[in-house]
């Protein structure tokens, strides 16, 4: 995005491949996006998130500052993978744990990405974007099982209130929608997070 009110640059190509201004995501490098403009934040954390998940990894909110000029206004955010810092050493060494350790999940990866509104061209501009990992990416067939990228919208919440009121189940309701999308790697989310969404929204629904 060479300015701040052009057409978004990033689309989606055949074969499910993701493209930034003609680059494929795996390919991006620091020099390509560094610096790269969004008129808006939603704008910038849509590509950061589809990039996160075309490559594997999930991604988590380490740092956000507001502006004290304009209620709500985010100035700067920087999103890291969430495999970035370490487990409390005193978690780990713990000897009076009862409960099984949970798998490692932080790794101290470095890979980022940060972006700064300036105000001189009313755009938010990249000013951060480390693409190494120091742990495995995720491959295709798991990165639809990643927690930051899965969502159930309200629309499957009322397809299974619905169906519900006709005894159908909610893992048949899944199913179903699971087949119209074409499998489950398109879906977007799993069948626990339907119950559980539906579990404490499904009362607004009837």
């Keep these: 995005m060479d300015g701040p009110h052009e057409r978004s640059a990033f689309k989606q190509s055949d074969g499910n491949e993701m493209e930034y201004k003609g680059v494929q995501y795996d390919k991006l490098s620091t020099e390509d996006i560094k610096g790269q403009k969004f008129k808006t934040m939603e704008e910038a954390e ?110 499957h919440v009322a397809l299974a209130t619905s169906m519900q009121r006709v005894s159908v189940k909610p893992c048949h309701t899944y199913e179903y929608i699971v087949n119209r999308s074409g499998g489950f790697q398109q879906v977007g989310f799993t069948i626990k997070d339907l119950y559980n969404k539906w579990t404490r929204n499904a009362e607004k629904f009837y």
């Design 46 to 155: 849509s590509f950061y998130y589809a990039y996160a998940k075309v490559m594997g990894f999930g991604v988590r909110q380490n740092y956000k500052r507001l502006s004290t000029i304009t209620p709500g206004k985010i100035t700067s955010l920087r999103l890291v993978c969430s495999a970035q810092g370490q487990r409390d050493v005193e978690r780990m060494t713990n000897k009076k744990r009862v409960r099984r350790q949970k798998k490692e999940t932080r790794f101290n990866c470095p890979c980022l990405f940060k972006v700064r509104y300036l105000n001189n061209i009313d755009a938010y501009v990249v000013v951060g974007f480390i693409t190494h990992h120091t742990h495995p990416l995720a491959q295709a067939h798991e990165r639809c099982l990643l927690t930051p990228h899965r969502s159930v919208q309200d629309s």
